[in-house]
């Protein structure tokens, strides 16, 4: 690690498998949000969940499939009756909620558990209209996976669906989303053309950038959802980054 000077690397991957695991044991994401709706008035958060891709729709195909329509429809369900019932009982409030994409596709009969990406949905009862934030996002321009969570939200609330201003406008928060097949940003504007068509040298390259190792989208997706609870305007916030 020394000698290949990616000591760095390797503590914040570290650092990341840590906290990622206390986040996804048992309902810990949902208590942290019900924690931060303690103080915001009429806002209800639903339960986490990870969806299957199961649509060949464009940006999707076959090869992008993780899961059947009976699988998603099953997930999504449950999750639709609850924001049905809130919608009830609180018609001026708000409904959050954290929720992932399966971006590969695993044998889950032999207990593999998919990779997954997560975005945050924030639904305004009144406006009948839910805010899509994916931390892969840069402006207003949507990830190859922010369709699937926009697709998501209508099936879930109803209504329409936005994409806020990511921060800083023109830079993204998760620009690769830790996966190794994207270009991290310092390389994005300096990438050597003979590297172009080599997704190893690609892949290897990414790996030694430390955005390889912001694997934080569901962190990003409760740091977005507070900022909305507490009304604030998300695009002047300071992250030093």
Not at 127 to 154: E, H, I, W
């Amino acid at each position: 690690m020394v000698k290949n000077d990616a000591v760095d690397l390797v503590l914040l991957e570290n650092a990341a498998e840590l906290v990622r695991g206390v986040m996804m044991s048992g309902t810990n994401i949902e208590s942290v949000l019900k924690m931060l709706s303690a103080n915001a008035k009429g806002c209800s958060v639903l339960n986490s969940q990870t969806f299957p891709i199961w649509k060949a729709t464009k940006p999707y195909n076959k090869k992008d499939l993780t899961g059947t329509e009976d699988e998603y429809v099953s997930l999504m369900e449950p999750l639709r009756d609850a924001a049905n019932s809130l919608k009830r009982g609180n018609p001026k409030g708000c409904i959050a909620g954290v929720f992932a994409v399966e971006v590969e596709k695993v044998d889950k009969s032999k207990g593999m558990e998919a990779p997954g990406h997560y975005c945050a949905l924030m639904y305004s009862i009144a406006k009948n209209r839910t805010m899509v934030f994916d931390s892969m996002q840069a402006g207003t321009d949507g990830s190859f996976y922010t369709p699937f969570f926009q697709r998501l939200a209508v099936d879930i609330f109803g209504g329409t669906t936005e994409i806020p201003e990511c921060p800083f406008r023109t830079l993204s928060l998760q620009l690769t989303g830790g996966f190794g097949q994207h270009w991290p940003l310092a390389l994005e504007s300096v990438k050597p053309r003979s590297l172009a068509s080599s997704a190893d040298k690609k892949y290897k390259l990414s790996m030694q950038s430390t955005e390889s190792q912001n694997h934080f989208c569901y962190m990003w997706s409760i740091w977005y959802i507070h900022h909305l609870m507490l009304d604030l305007d998300v695009t002047e916030t300071e992250t030093n980054r």
